[in-house]
């Protein structure tokens, strides 16, 4: 047991914690966030407990931190008082949900379904409402996949917006510190403590639709609700705009950031995977094995790639444009599902995820349902440094 905090008394009904992050530390007794439970997923430090990044070797081969991630005691500061530490797929390094050495955590809204990852057991505790709020990181679709599959909400913010200080990287270009919650009111509150308190308006809506047929035909009627209903609450109709810089398919964008990111996560942690020769699932070790042969100069090939792409998309949203997009490829594919399908979807809902990934701009997913009550994600995306307005506005939405 980990002698930090009091003893945990929670009920993991989900299976969401990992065995090392079992326990809580009370928030301060004064704050906007005082009742409010939270957890986070098991990349971010906290003094006295070993980070373990969903890997039974790293958790080996590291110390505990220290100090506490500085967004992490922010939220303690603010009045939440911190459950532990949460699942996460291996190395955080997939969208499954899934780990060999901890397990998968329970998607109580889909419970014959994957909970969607990395943050997988950030979505699973919130869906199940065992805490209120979540911590989570959003590199490639970490936490707007999770929370598409677990109807919750979840933000992916914009790039740099919070510090990522404390936090374990994979692929530091493009990752985010980012939360979920079960209901609209907390999601906000927890906004408005960690988010930049910025002015931003929304005056125009673009209208994205090479990103709305990679969704599956049962995600399309929510598509069309939330924009009908953004259209009706900025008073304006929607503009269809070409995302594609011309000759360009949306599987070049994902497979230019695949280079890029990949040649990021082995500087990040290649060492360590050589020195230390962890057991990795099949799937993790793949990519770390396709990530140690890229070579700097490829990665930098397609990384003026991603920089033309970046200004391209930003300048189609511009200082005041929003866009509506699905959050996930597909519903949560089945707990059953075999590799070729899991990796056929990892690769379908990649092409959407890595629009905001490449341009570094915030997406908020807003649960949805299929007209069968299956849990889904409609996204707004939104100009850099939009993020709490963006938040409002969504929450907005849902409520009206």
Partial sequence: MISIG?????????????????????????????????????VFDVAGAVT??????????HQAPTLTCPVVQSLLDSGASLY??????????????????????????APDCVPGGSS????????????????????????????????VWGL????????????IPIQPGFDTVAWLASE?????QVGEMLLPA?????????????????ADPELQPGLVQIEEQLSESLGCKPVARDLLLSGQTLEDWRAAYHVV?????????????????????????????????VTPAQAAEEQSKLTAIRTHVRALLGETGVAVLPSSAVTAPLLTADAATIDDVRQRTMRLTCVAGIAGLPQISIPMKTANGKPYGVSLMGPAGSDLALLRLATRLVAG
């Fill in 6 to 42: 009091r003893e945990f008394d929670v009920e993991d009904s989900v299976g969401a914690w990992v065995t090392h992050g079992k326990f809580i530390i009370d928030g301060s007794p004064h704050g906007r966030l005082q009742s409010l439970r939270f957890a986070v997923k098991d």
């Fill in 52 to 61: 373990g990044f969903g890997n039974p070797t790293w958790f080996d081969t």
């Fill in 84 to 109: 532990g530490k949460l699942i996460c797929d291996e190395m955080t390094y997939s969208l499954n949900g899934d780990n060999r050495h901890y397990g998968t955590p329970l998607n109580s809204k």
């Fill in 120 to 151: 997988s057991g950030s979505a699973a505790a919130v869906a199940a409402g065992i805490v209120d709020f979540a911590l989570g990181t959003d590199t490639g679709g970490s936490v707007r996949v999770p929370a598409s599959y677990c109807g």
């Fill in 156 to 167: 992916r913010t914009t790039h740099g917006a919070i510090p990522v200080a404390g936090v």
């Fill in 184 to 188: 609209a009111d907390v999601f906000e």
């Fill in 198 to 214: 910025t002015q931003h308006t929304f005056d125009h809506i673009t209208h994205f639709e090479d990103l709305w047929q990679l």
């Fill in 261 to 293: 990111s990949a040649r990021q996560a082995w500087v990040a942690h290649g060492h360590w995977i050589t020195q230390n020769k962890p057991a990795l699932a099949d799937a993790i070790a793949e990519r770390f094995a396709f990530a140690a042969t």
